[in-house]
């Protein structure tokens, strides 16, 4: 008997979890049968509502007649650009096709059978799905109230723990731990463990709630701090991320990625975000009034939710997957949140005014049914 072709892999890829993505505008669109995506309101993967900053779209256009050429590999405008902001080496930092390949990298160079990962339960579920794919266990620590439980995460690590992700702030609970509880807990980790500090969401914090994490990156701490140009700078489209972490450990990094992780588009215009101060602190008073006006909208409706300090909420809606299909129905895509082990929750973006608004108009017709 000839075999299939999955049959020749390994047994353990083939039993892999695949991540579920926000659904797409298009696919939502055709199967509700419009035409124009724009009718549909996507506030599922935590996207900047605003768009992409201005003068990131000037510098992709400038980029447009260029893409016949190879990008830069070594990133070198976009790490000097972030070296000066966050006064940092360059040789300390590493970009990636967002932060999500320097999650795989990470395993790619740190783990193996045997192994182990401690990440808090509901944290991002992607650290898990590296893990696996490097036959690695995880160890998911329950969190506290919503939050992680950093002593409980300290007393998890076992002598085979290799990375400890700490999302900060949290996806998909949107809930942090704040300087003082991160210093308690660098101060005690043991040595032979790598903290990664995911910090895709930092940028949405006035600079004065953000905690000064890349500290223990000078220190000379073994941590990596992770950001993204997905999520505050509007450029998810584009894959572009980044890590800090000590000279030595961007080096390994480095041996594991690919030679042009990220593409010529990306770097432009991720550069170009990083000096449009205005559209970050638009960004952050569309989140702030956002977050008002959806936890407005949940009191009215008698409904629970998380606090959150970012621009996406968990709200208790009851059959959260089943609500998220009828949500649909009604025009707006959010993200059922059973696989967090949250089966009445779905987490909801914030989006412009116009479409929070559109958002709890349909969830009150929803739940009226
Ligand atoms: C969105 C997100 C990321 C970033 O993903 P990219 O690959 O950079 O788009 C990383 N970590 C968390 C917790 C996130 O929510």
Known sequence: MKKKIHELAHPW????????????????????????????????SNENALGPSPKAMTAMRRMVPRMHFYPDGGAFYLRRALAKRLDIEMNQIMTGHGSNEIIALLGQAFLKPGTNIVMADRAFVVYRLVADAFRAKTIAVPMQNFTHDLDAMLKAITPRTKLVFISNPNNPTG?????????RFMRR?????????????????????????LRYVREGRHVFVLRTFS????????????????????????????????NAMALAAAAAALGDEKYVQR??????????????????????????????????????????????????????????GLPEYVRVTVGLPRENAHFLRALKTVLKK
């Open 13 to 44: 890829v083939r039993s892999l979890a695949v991540y579920e993505p926000g659904r797409p505008i298009e696919e939502v669109a055709r199967e509700l049968g419009f035409a124009d995506a724009e009718e549909i309101i996507k506030l599922a």
């Open 175 to 183: 809930t942090m731990v704040d300087g003082a509880a991160l210093d």
């Open 189 to 213: 980790v043991p040595k032979h463990v790598v903290v990664v500090l995911d910090e895709a969401y930092i940028e949405l914090l006035p600079p004065e709630q953000q905690p000064d994490t």
């Open 231 to 262: 999520k505050t700078y509007g450029l998810a489209g584009l894959r572009v991320g980044y890590a800090i972490g000590p000279h030595a450990g961007v080096e390994l990094l480095n041996k594991v990625r690919q030679p042009f992780n990220v």
């Open 283 to 340: 960004t952050r008073r569309m989140v702030a009034n956002g977050l008002t006006q959806l936890e407005k909208g949940f009191a009215e409706l008698g409904l629970d939710y998380v606090p959150s300090v970012v621009n996406f909420i968990l709200v208790k809606v009851g059959r959260g997957r089943e609500s998220c299909k009828a949500l649909e129905r009604q025009r707006v895509i959010v993200r059922p949140m059973d696989g967090y």
